[in-house]
Each structure stands twice: as structure tokens, then as C-alpha cells.
């Protein structure tokens, strides 16, 4: 069964780059959920989107936005990267009348800032 | 929001029940009560989830307090394929936000 692809697997940036995360959900689901998950943290929920709309913010900071497109997949863009902001980030999808109940995880991206 | 609490880690003996607890006191009327557990290096999996009433699926139980405060994942004979670190989590009603717990790190003894 096709799952959840994120894009890229790792990514190295340095300080003050840009990097730009990119989620494929699962085909027919209509919502996607970013999470940051630092070394030894909990998943931290930032951004979720519904049918190409932006639904519910977390923790996420000023400088990362992130917008789901016409095919539903979604990308998390992030600026001024931080050396607080290495970590794994995941994105899940869920279906419509799914949304209650079974997120579907990525393998997550692992961002380090150098 | 409200938040949950789980123990750090716990153990258990391969195919005994394993019971998992978390508070959630500050829980709202709206709030759903989610179980994920994560393996390393991996994304979270679904367990369970539930509002008021337990909740049985082929994968555990959940145990629902009278009064929401609190409840109690159930894996009803542990595996050494349960090892992972499971997250109380709560859906805020009305919400696609999901507010993780600081998670119970389950080791499986053989």
C-alpha cells in the first residue's frame, strides 16, 4: 500500500540558509500535519492543512510557512534556519472521516544546520 | 491546550498484559484521546483512539476514566515487536491539532 513519501530523507544547510521540506500524502487524503521531533524530544505539532487550507497552527515559528497545493501534497518552508531547528520532521496525511482517528506518518526528513 | 502525562518507561514480560497509564486532567469536553507508538528511527503508528468510551481494536484497549482525567492503554500480551515508545496524545476538539505527551518508553523482556 502506498504510504506517506517526504522529501528529502536528509538534508544538510548552514546557518541563516533556507530549506525547503517536501510531503506526499497518501493518495485520496485530503489533510496533512507537519511535526518537528528534536534529538530526544517529543513530536512537537506545527502546521496542519485541510483540503489545500490551512487549519490549525502549533508550535511552528515565524519563519517557517507552509502551504498544501492542488494535488494535496505539501511543503514546509523553511528561513534563517537556526542551529535550534536540526531535527526530524514528519508529516502524516489522514482522509476525510479519517481525520478523527488514523494519521499516517512519513519516514520523516532529518534537517542538521551546521 | 491541555497536556498529558506518562511515565518515562516501563517493562514487561513477553506475552503478559501490559498496562499503560496517562493523565490528562486539564482535558476538554471536545478533547479525543489518541495512542501512537513510535519505533526508532520511524514515524509514529496509530494504536487507538477514543472520547468517553473504551475502546477495543486488534491492536490494545482503551480505558477511559469516568471522569476523562486520566486513561490507560492496554496491550493485552506484550511482544518484543511492542518495544517503542508509546505517546499519549490529544486531539484538540474541533481541531486538527495534536498535542503529543512526553511518551512511555515500553521495554519488552524476552
Known amino acids: 500500500a502506498a504510504g506517506v513519501i517526504q522529501s528529502p530523507r536528509h538534508l544538510i544547510k548552514e546557518k541563516r540558509e533556507t530549506a525547503t521540506l517536501k510531503c506526499y500524502p497518501i493518495?485520496?487524503?485530503?489533510?496533512v500535519y507537519w511535526y518537528q521531533q528534536g534529538p530526544g524530544q517529543d513530536p512537537q505539532f506545527l502546521i496542519s492543512?485541510?483540503?489545500?487550507?490551512?487549519?490549525d497552527k502549533g508550535s511552528i515559528p515565524d519563519r517557517f510557512s507552509a502551504q498544501q497545493f492542488s494535488d494535496y501534497h505539501s511543503e514546509l518552508n523553511m528561513s534563517s534556519l537556526e542551529l535550534g531547528d536540526s531535527a526530524l520532521y514528519f508529516c502524516?496525511?489522514?482522509?476525510?472521516?479519517?481525520?478523527?482517528?488514523?494519521?499516517?506518518f512519513g519516514p520523516g526528513t532529518r534537517l542538521t544546520v551546521l | 491546550d491541555a497536556k498529558t502525562t506518562q511515565p518515562n518507561s516501563m517493562e514487561s514480560n513477553e506475552e503478559e498484559p501490559v498496562h499503560l497509564p496517562c493523565n490528562h486532567s486539564?482535558?476538554?469536553?471536545?478533547?479525543?484521546i489518541h495512542w501512537y507508538r513510535q519505533l526508532p528511527s520511524q514515524g509514529p503508528e496509530y494504536v487507538i483512539h477514543g472520547l468517553t468510551s473504551n475502546v477495543n481494536n486488534r491492536m490494545a484497549s482503551l480505558a477511559i476514566a469516568e471522569d476523562r482525567k486520566s486513561s490507560t492503554l492496554i496491550l493485552h500480551r506484550a511482544t518484543l515487536r511492542d518495544a517503542a515508545v508509546y505517546y499519549c496524545?490529544?486531539?484538540?476538539?474541533?481541531?486538527?491539532?495534536?498535542?503529543f505527551g512526553t511518551g512511555t518508553r515500553l521495554k519488552v523482556l524476552a
Open positions: 493518495p485520496r487524503h485530503d489533510t
Open positions: 486539564t482535558i476538554s469536553g471536545t478533547d479525543y
Open positions: 492543512f485541510y483540503e489545500k487550507m490551512q487549519s
Open positions: 496524545i490529544l486531539r484538540v476538539g474541533g481541531t486538527y491539532k495534536y498535542i
Open positions: 502524516a496525511s489522514s482522509a476525510l472521516g479519517q481525520a478523527l482517528n488514523e494519521q499516517f
